[in-house]
Nanobody, 121 residues
């Protein structure tokens, strides 16, 4: 299983980006795909997750209402639409896949390589 994250870049405060996480191989209905982020000098933190089968979504409080996680089943891809970006959102964003929902890294077995999001003030 491989995960490929893409879509990061430089955006101004208030701008938008859409991240993509493409998975190789089939994603089973029991899977959960999540996004985490890690800013310099900080711990990696949970951002959002989606249950592949049911589509149930979860968000970290600071991004709820600004970020939207979704899935494209035909492309085995999970998207993270990020709107109203703030400097505090700047980080390397990672996608991850596991078999149970959780907000800690050890809930997820497979990780992508990360994509950099930079927000200028």
């Amino acid at each position: 299983v491989q995960l490929q994250a893409s879509g990061g870049g430089l955006v101004q405060t208030g701008g938008s980006l859409r991240l993509s996480c493409a998975a190789s191989g089939r994603i089973y209905s029991s899977a959960v795909v999540a996004w985490f982020r890690q800013a310099p000098g900080k711990e990696r933190e949970f951002v959002a997750a989606i249950r592949w089968g049911s589509g149930i979504k979860y968000y970290e409080d600071s991004v709820r209402g600004r970020f939207t996680i979704s899935k494209d089943s035909a492309r085995n891809t999970v998207l993270l639409q990020m709107n109203s970006l703030e400097p505090d959102d700047a980080a390397v964003y990672y996608c991850a896949r596991g078999t149970q929902y959780g907000t800690t890294q050890n809930s997820y077995n497979y990780w992508g390589q990360g994509t950099q999001v930079t927000v200028s003030s």
